[in-house]
Structure formats: C-alpha cells, structure tokens
C-alpha cells in the first residue's frame, strides 16, 4: 500500500505541477487581455473623434462641392440664356438687313442724291462721293454692318469667357467630387468595425468571461492541491504505522487520483478559453489601432486639401477670380446686348423712315406747287399794281411834272416801286414714281394694322383659375 500512495503522490505532484503550470500560463494571459483592453478602451473614444471629425470635414468639401455644382449648373443656363438673346438679336438684325437689302431706293431719289453728291464732289474735289452715290441703290447700302458684326463677334467672345469660366467651374468640381470620393472610400476602408457597437461592452464582457475562467482555473488548482496533501498525509501515516494503516480506506483518494486527467482536462480547455479570449482581444485591439491610424492618414490628407496652395485654397482664390471676371463679362454683354437691340430698333425705324421719307418728299412737292401757284398769282397781282402806278404817274407828269424844273424836285422823276416775288431756298425734288408712293403707303398700312393686332392682344387678361 506505501508504494501505490507513493504512486499516487508523485502522480498528484505532478498533476499539481502541470496545473500550476497552466493557470500560470492562464495569468499571463490574463494580464495581456487586460492590457489589450486598456487600449481598446483608450482607443475607442479617438476612433469616434477621428471618425466624426474627418466626416465633418468630408461634410464641409461635399457642400463646397454642391455649391460648385450649383454655380456651374447657374453659369451653364446663363451661357444658354446669353446665347439664345445673341441668337435673337442676330436673327432680327439678319432679318432686318435682308428687307433693307431687297429694299431698292426709289430711282428718282437716287438721281437727285447722285446730282446733289456730284455738286459735292466738284466742290471738294472728290470723285468717290459721286461714284459711291451712283453705286448705293439699296437702303442696305446706306449703313454700317461692319460695326453690327463686330459687336456681335464681340458678344460671342464674351459668351466663349463665361463659357470658359463654366468649363473651369466643371472642372474644379469633378476634382473636388473626385478627392472626396477617394477620401471617403479611405475612411470607408478605415472603418473596418461597427461604430455602433459599444468597446467598453466588449471589454467588459470579455473581461468577465476570462475573469470566470480563472476563477474556474483557481478552483480546479486548488482541488488538486488538496488531493495532493491528503495523498502526502496519507503516506506521512502509512510510514509511520505501517500496520494501522493497512486498515484505512484509500479508495476516495483512488478515486480522486482516477479523475485527475479530466481535470487537468478541464483545466487545459479553460486555458485554451482564456488564450481564445486573449486572442479575440489582441485582434480587436490592433484592429483598433489599425483603424485609429489609417483614420490619421484621412484626418492628414484633408488637411493638405485647406492647407496653403492646396485645393480648397486654389478653388477659393479662383472662384473669386472668377467671380470678378463673370461680372465684368456679364456687363460687357449687357452694354453689347443693348447697344445690339438699340441698333436693331434703329435699322427699324430706319426702314420706317425711309417709308415717311416718300411720303414727305411727296408733301413737300404740293407745298412747293402750292407756293409756286400762290407766286405767279402774287406776281400777276404786282405787275398789275406797277402798270397802274406807272399810267397813275404818266398822267401827273403830263398835267404837273413838265412845269417843274429838275433841280427842284429830282426823285419826282423816278420810276415806281416794283414788287419782286420770290421763292427763297426752293431746291430741285424728286419725282417719285406712284408705284413707290403707293408701295410706300402699303407698308406704313401694314405697320399701322400690326400695332394694333399686338396691342389688343397684349391688353387681354388671361382667365383666372375658378376659386
């Protein structure tokens, strides 16, 4: 019996040793979980600042990059309303210098134009003037579309400015939309972990599933040192009294000794708890770490985009730029635009003239007839008065005049008065034929109708929407 407690013993020393062993190992463990937990928690609360702050920051370049969008999309529709109002400008100017071109001057006028011009040119000595008046025959020719085309080139290139600007303005926000996508695909890519998931809970939960297994542990170790020191008191009194010990029952301590490989069982699989434990900490904490660093690489890239000369300061200093230039480009099309539509209603009203032009000339011809009519009545009248007086005198003088000497009374002896009627700047007219007067007066018609049809329309009131 002394040799199998002896057995027993050194098995159970050696159990004890192995357990002692493992927990010790399990303590280590134990200590490294905690210390990964430590981190976790410390990590934590700067993963959710890095994240919320860099978020806030990606937040601020996505509206800077609406507001880019927004300002192209307005530049876009201003470039679109600009040229559909040169397109309109054109149209009307082009369709105003098509009726001049086709418009012929009547030829009488010509005529008296190209005399009055070859007066001038012998006067000043210049054969162009007469030559460029027989050459111009139609109200097209009277005008400067030279200086019509070159505001309209002009407007076309400050169109191609504000055209240019959208073109930047497009650019820069595909740059922007692009670096923030990058950007948030990084953090998207950082963000390896649930944000919604509390760490401290983590850490505690773990934290108590290895503090049981230890506890476990603990316990388990403390069984086999029992059995170890009854299985030493055991032999201590089996040595000293061989023969009253033969008498006592081992058969617990057998028992006990047959159990010891499943608590060492036990024993290692509460281990392989803890190091699972540990493991699973160890992972989360670098994955932490990983997160919290590559989060620092987002947070330092954004900086470089509002640092000196980088792309929110290069985007800034060039929408103010541009903003200066769209605004001076938007007052030169303005100015040009104007001065576009005050020509068209010049070359108009040109045409409209020319029309009271006929007219005029026309009125003028019957108050020169009229004038030379009330002339030659006037000169009749004179002429009659002035024989009157002459026969008047002729009779005085026979009766009175030839006993006066000359020396007294000289200016008795001069002839009458005479009454001189003249036409004071009657200068030649032109005689228009009927087919223009009559051309004349239907276009003038057609005008007068027109107006009319546009002022009735424009004074009906759309119908109102029943309440």
Known sequence: MEQELIELLLAAKKALLTGQGVCAQANTLSQESGQH???????????LFLHQHSGGQIGTLRRIQEFLSFKTQDTRRQVQAREATLTTLSMELTSVFHTLKHYTVDSAILQESGLRSMEKSQATKDSQMYSSALQHTTLFHYIDDQAVLELQRQADDEIGEVENHCTSLATMTHALSTSIAELESLQDTAISISLDEDASHFASEKAQLQEDEISKMADILTSLTNHYDQLGEATRLCQSDPQA??????????????HVPEILQDLRE????????????????????????????????????????????????RMVGMEAEMKESEFNLDTLFKQLEELAEWYQRYLESYNYLVIEVERRKRVLEEQE????????????????????????????????????????????????????NSAHLPEISRASIEKVHRMICYANVTYFILQAVSSIQPPTKPS
């Not at 010990?245 to 047959?258: C, E, G, K, M, T």
């Not at 002839?415 to 009627?421: N, Q």
Request: glycine fraction near 2%; hydrophobic fraction near 40%; charge should be negative.
């Open 373 to 424: 009519r009330l002339q030659k009545e006037l000169m009749v009248a004179a002429e009659e008065k002035y024989n009157d007086e002459l026969e008047e005198r002729r009779a005085w003088f026979k009766q009175h005049g030839e006993y006066l000497p000359d020396a007294l009374c000289p200016f008795i002896f001069d002839m009458p008065s005479k009454l001189t009627i003249a036409l004071q």
């Open 37 to 47: 937990v430590q981190v976790i928690e410390q990590t934590w609360p700067k993963i």
């Open 270 to 317: 509460s281990l392989e708890m803890v190091d699972s434990i540990s493991e699973e900490t160890r992972v989360r904490m670098q994955v932490y770490l990983s997160v919290q660093e590559e989060l620092v690489q987002v947070l330092d890239k954004l900086e470089t985009f509002g640092a000196a000369k980088g792309l929110v300061d290069t985007i800034c200093d």
């Open 245 to 258: 010990f033969q008498h006592i029952d081992i058969s617990v301590l057998q028992d006990d000794h047959a």
